[in-house]
């Protein structure tokens, strides 16, 4: 009977050390998912605008100059989740968008919502844009753009979609991105503006 207990015991340790290495590599991919295409989910927009909010176009078109920003500050939101509320937004933009929905039936099959908390792990700075999570802003040297929040995310092996805000003060504008790998790259296939508030 004791050896029963201590072979069930090995059993059950196994499989737990099993679902731990599992999830460990999902949420592993997950982040490096959008540590790589961080650039391709928020742009670079803010790069010549200083903002996530595009300027109001001049009067009578005239030429502004162009400002290059080199230090810019980005707040990322390090909470994953899925919004319902956001998905009213997306059965209608499916709905619209038939070859879409074809091409990512395999991710819209798959019921689950990648949910999790990026690490402290997260690069500090990608490209011109130095990130920081749900801290205050502090760095007044920076030039802060806006913050930044991935919702709705799904990955299924080759093809993912997600939602990202850009929020400046009151204003967000919402998009739907949608990536296909190639080649062991992600290459982002589509952009949708879905809403501002």
């Given at each position: 009977?004791?050896?029963?207990?201590?072979?069930?015991?090995?059993?059950?340790?196994?499989?737990?050390?099993?679902?731990?290495?599992?999830?460990?590599?999902?949420?592993?991919?997950?982040?490096?998912?959008?540590?790589?295409?961080?650039?391709?989910?928020?742009?670079?927009?803010?790069?010549?605008?200083?903002?996530?909010?595009p300027l109001?176009?001049?009067?009578?078109?005239?030429?502004?100059?162009?400002?290059?920003?080199?230090?810019l500050s980005?707040?990322?939101?390090?909470?994953?989740?899925?919004?319902?509320?956001?998905?009213?937004?997306?059965?209608?933009?499916?709905?619209?968008?038939?070859?879409?929905?074809?091409?990512?039936?395999?991710?819209?099959?798959?019921?689950?919502?990648?949910?999790?908390?990026?690490?402290?792990?997260?690069?500090?700075?990608?490209?011109?844009?130095?990130?920081?999570?749900?801290?205050?802003?502090?760095?007044?040297?920076?030039?802060?753009?806006?913050?930044?929040?991935?919702?709705?995310?799904?990955?299924?092996?080759?093809?993912?979609?997600?939602?990202?805000?850009?929020?400046?003060?009151?204003?967000?504008?919402?998009?739907?991105?949608?990536?296909?790998?190639?080649?062991?790259?992600?290459?982002?296939?589509?952009?949708?503006?879905?809403?501002?508030?």
């Amino acid at each position: 009977m004791a050896g029963n207990l201590n072979i069930n015991s090995v059993i059950k340790l196994f499989i737990i050390a099993l679902l731990f290495t599992s999830c460990k590599k999902n949420y592993d991919m997950q982040q490096k998912f959008i540590e790589n295409n961080f650039l391709t989910i928020v742009d670079t927009m803010a790069y010549q605008q200083g903002s996530f909010r595009p300027l109001p176009p001049l009067p009578n078109k005239a030429i502004e100059d162009v400002v290059l920003y080199s230090n810019l500050s980005v707040k990322l939101v390090d909470t994953i989740v899925y919004n319902e509320r956001l998905q009213k937004d997306i059965d209608s933009f499916f709905n619209e968008n038939k070859d879409l929905k074809i091409a990512f039936q395999d991710v819209l099959n798959n019921n689950n919502y990648s949910e999790f908390i990026l690490s402290a792990s997260f690069p500090k700075k990608i490209g011109k844009y130095h990130i920081f999570l749900n801290q205050e802003y502090e760095n007044k040297s920076n030039k802060y753009v806006g913050e930044i929040e991935i919702q709705n995310f799904k990955i299924n092996k080759d093809k993912a979609f997600l939602i990202v805000s850009k929020s400046v003060g009151h204003s967000r504008i919402v998009f739907i991105e949608f990536f296909m790998r190639e080649k062991g790259y992600w290459k982002l296939v589509k952009k949708e503006h879905l809403f501002e508030s």
